[in-house]
């Protein structure tokens, strides 16, 4: 069975850096997108980043462009957000997410059902 975890969550100060980590296991096929969620207080989830194995092309949707990274480590099958430049909107949980078949663009955008997701990570920016 496969999974997911996310580990990295923290209390940060505003302009603060953080990096989460998702170990993946037991995913037995190939995935073409992993990438990260997150939820808000009270709002939806959406999409953060997104790195794909198929072309090692990286994708962030506007709010997070030059403040995040993501990165990938085959060789420990993990993913990893670096955050930087924190802001108290930031605050959420931070859910790691990989599917088999979709692109980052589709998968970016938060309408399609994902094959894998993480329990999530807590981030909390304050001031």
């Known amino acids: 069975q496969a999974h997911l975890v996310e580990s990295g969550g923290d209390l940060v100060q505003p302009v603060g850096s953080l990096r989460l980590s998702c170990a993946t296991s037991?995913?037995?096929?190939?995935?073409?997108?992993v990438g990260w969620f997150l939820q808000a207080p009270g709002k939806e989830r959406e999409g953060v980043s997104c790195?794909?194995?198929?072309?090692?092309?990286?994708h962030y949707v506007d709010s997070v462009k030059g403040r995040f990274t993501i990165s990938r480590d085959n060789s420990h099958s993990t993913v990893y957000l670096e955050m930087s430049g924190l802001e108290t909107e930031d605050t959420a949980v931070y859910y790691c997410?990989?599917?088999?078949?979709?692109?980052?663009?589709?998968?970016?955008?938060?309408?399609?059902?994902?094959?894998?997701w993480g329990k999530g990570t807590l981030v909390t920016v304050f001031s």
């Open positions: 997410v990989a599917d088999q078949v979709l692109p980052c663009t589709v998968v970016l955008r938060g309408v399609a059902e994902l094959d894998y």
């Open positions: 037991g995913v037995t096929l190939p995935i073409t997108a």
């Open positions: 790195s794909s194995t198929r072309d090692g092309s990286t």
